[in-house]
């Protein structure tokens, strides 16, 4: 879509040939196409950023930068309307909770956008005590934009990049659209914050570590446990 007009021609099916007089008029294609185009068209974020790269994304649906050219200008208040997750800024692990319970609250289909280095990988703050390095550890990410911050310009490139990933997925073809008539998807276990936060889904190797009880080995004990072949 362009200056308020259709473009048709995105919807063109390619071996089912339109006169060129007629494209702007007439469509032929199929329904996962006009599917996939009615929602990449219309991403609705959810209003909510973390640090300094939700600063770029404000900037992004100013009328500078104007999200407004994609569908996407309507930030959601509430994760019930919304279908992406723009993550922007340092995830720290006290904030990892309540988007893992944001993320599981926002209905199918859904997607998440890693914004900024921090999102993406824990950033200049990765060893930090307080931080989580990437947000994909707890929830699927479907696009990452790097940068520390992104400017808004690759912010709109990796929308751009999550609509022909949207365009690409077909209804007929069932692993790359799992949540379509499967239901409600399967809540990621939320993240439990105590002196570390800890992820529900390591707890059996958590317990089965904690069931060792054993001192903690120097350098040279556990050098040496490492290096011996495990058994069978
Ligand atoms: S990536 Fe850089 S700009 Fe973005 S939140 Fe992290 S430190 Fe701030």
Redesign the pocket.
Same mark, same amino acid.
């Given at each position: 879509m362009s200056n308020g007009e259709i473009n048709l021609r995105d919807l063109q099916h390619p071996d089912i040939p339109v006169p060129e007089e007629m494209q702007s008029n007439i469509a032929v294609t199929s329904l996962s196409s006009l599917y996939n185009w009615a929602r990449s068209r219309s991403i609705w974020p959810m209003l909510f950023g973390? !640090? @300094? @790269?939700a600063i770029?994304m404000i900037a992004t649906a100013a009328s500078r930068f104007d999200l407004a050219r994609f569908g996407m200008e309507v930030m959601r208040a509430s994760p019930r309307q919304a279908d992406l997750m723009i993550v922007? +800024?340092?995830v720290t692990k006290k904030m990892v909770v309540p988007i893992v319970r944001l993320y599981n609250q926002m209905p199918e289909p859904k997607y998440v956008l890693a914004? +900024? !280095? @921090? !999102?993406s990988g824990g +950033?200049?703050?990765k060893e930090g005590y307080n931080v989580v390095s990437g947000i994909d550890k707890y929830i699927p990410v479907d696009v990452y934009v790097p940068? @520390?911050?992104p400017t808004p310009q690759a912010l709109l490139y990796g929308l751009i990049a999550l609509q022909k990933k949207i365009e690409r997925q077909s209804l007929g073809v069932g692993a790359s659209v799992p949540w379509y008539g499967g239901g409600p998807s399967e809540e990621v276990p939320i993240p439990i914050l105590g002196p570390d936060i800890i992820d529900p889904r390591h707890a059996e190797l958590l317990r089965k570590e904690a069931q060792k009880n054993r001192p903690t080995p120097t350098v040279s004990e556990a050098l040496a446990e490492s290096a011996q072949p495990e058994s069978a």
């Open positions: 973390l !640090a @300094c @790269c770029e922007s +800024g340092t914004m +900024g !280095a @921090c !999102a +950033g200049p703050f940068g @520390c911050p």
